[in-house]
């Protein structure tokens, strides 16, 4: 394993988990939230806190996955008119016959 993908050990995508989006090795929890935590301005120590499903070393992998691996991870939603749903409905009765 090359040292520029150590982390790769950390972080999977399956399609059966969360739709393929990288999460940490066994949990739900996306890499990159993880990311996005750390980027905010929190530490390690208060990643780990935040979740403690997770150690530091699955914490900086994550970091290090995305910054490796730029997303986006999660799908931008599409407009409603193509998303095949009605922005707003009506429900309407009719009377009995």
Do not use: C, N
């Not at 988990?17 to 929190?42: C, D, E, H, N």
């Amino acid at each position: 394993m090359s040292r520029d993908s150590w982390y790769e050990r950390y972080i999977v995508r399956d399609p059966e988990i969360l739709s393929g989006t990288p999460v940490i090795a066994g949990t739900r929890l996306p890499a990159a939230v993880v990311a996005a935590s750390v980027k905010a301005g929190m530490t390690i120590e208060q990643v780990v806190a935040a979740f403690p499903s997770i150690d530091p070393d699955q914490a900086l992998a994550a970091v290090e996955y995305v910054r490796a691996h730029p997303g986006p991870y999660i799908p931008e939603p599409k407009p409603f008119w193509q998303s095949g749903k009605p922005k707003f409905s009506t429900v309407v009765k009719t009377p009995r016959l």
